[in-house]
């Protein structure tokens, strides 16, 4: 789970590669770990911490192994190393806006030595550079899975005074609409996009995918507790999909006396992916 409190190992001698590739010369970094300590995962000692999305979303995206992956507004990339848990030869590439922010995400991408290969680039949606098309794993520059959590916060609402926050959180500058008909644009036909949205995104979503050539939507709600109102769900589409909506039954994060569920923990903590998914 992102943002734990628990604490992994310093920094040792093997990770000197790590420091000379992606140097650390921002803000101060603090470790810690995602999936219950079964990755790495530093995060800035001050500022915006990686909530539970980005977990939640790489746990819904269906990836074979040694497939491509591109996700726009990767942050530090918890969403990124937990599906290169999952899934194993992953070919992953982030787009991130904030500089140091591309510097951490590659540095925690260095200290999880698995079979994946992941990069974070930067770049801000809507704008992607062309030369990522070169970039991507496969021939003609698109990639088999997108993703992305997009800001989606109204921007007429009070700013957080932290400026990573405000980027990760404010739609100031892009509508959250403009990153998922902007993604269509860079997943291979047959292939899935996967977001991360408030309940009360879902319908310009759908109707965003729908008119960009996207169908077989599934819609699986994160519900806070039983009985309670889902204001967090995850939303999945496959490039030329053609099969009907499916409102998936979603799962249950945390019980009455606030502990994660079974399931939940099964993919916070285990990694495993989302039922039904």
Request: aromatic share 6%; net charge neutral; proline share 7%.
């Amino acid at each position: 789970m992102s943002g734990s409190r628990k604490t992994v190992n310093p920094l040792d001698d093997n990770d000197s590669d790590t420091k000379r590739l992606y140097p650390v010369s921002g803000p101060e970094e603090r470790d810690g770990t995602l999936l219950g300590g079964r990755l790495r995962y530093r995060q800035f000692s001050a500022g915006y911490r990686t909530g539970l999305e980005p977990v939640l979303m790489a746990a819904a995206v269906p990836a074979l192994a040694g497939e491509s992956v591109l996700e726009a507004g990767c942050g530090a990339g918890a969403a990124l190393l937990c599906l290169s848990h999952r899934i194993e030869d992953l070919k992953g590439i982030g787009l991130e806006h904030d500089s140091e922010t591309v510097g951490l995400a590659n540095r925690n991408f260095s200290l999880n030595h698995g079979t994946a290969t992941l990069e974070a680039i930067k770049a801000r949606l809507p704008d992607i550079p062309r030369s990522l098309r070169s970039s991507a794993p496969n021939a003609n520059g698109r990639f088999h899975h997108v993703m992305a959590n997009p800001p989606w916060h109204n921007p007429n609402g009070t700013p957080s005074p932290d400026s990573r926050r405000r980027l990760a959180l404010h739609a100031e500058e892009a509508d959250p609409n403009s990153w998922i008909s902007t993604l269509t644009r860079w997943v291979l036909p047959g292939g899935s996009l996967t977001f991360a949205l408030p309940a009360a995104a879902v319908d310009t979503a759908c109707a965003t995918l729908l008119s960009h050539g996207c169908g077989s939507l599934q819609l699986y709600p994160l519900w806070p507790k039983a009985g309670r109102e889902a204001k967090l769900v995850i939303l999945r589409a496959i490039h030329g999909g053609r099969s009907i909506f499916r409102l998936r039954a979603g799962m249950i994060l945390h019980q009455d006396d606030g502990q994660f569920t079974a399931v939940a923990e099964n993919v916070l903590r285990q990694g495993q992916a989302l039922p039904e998914l």
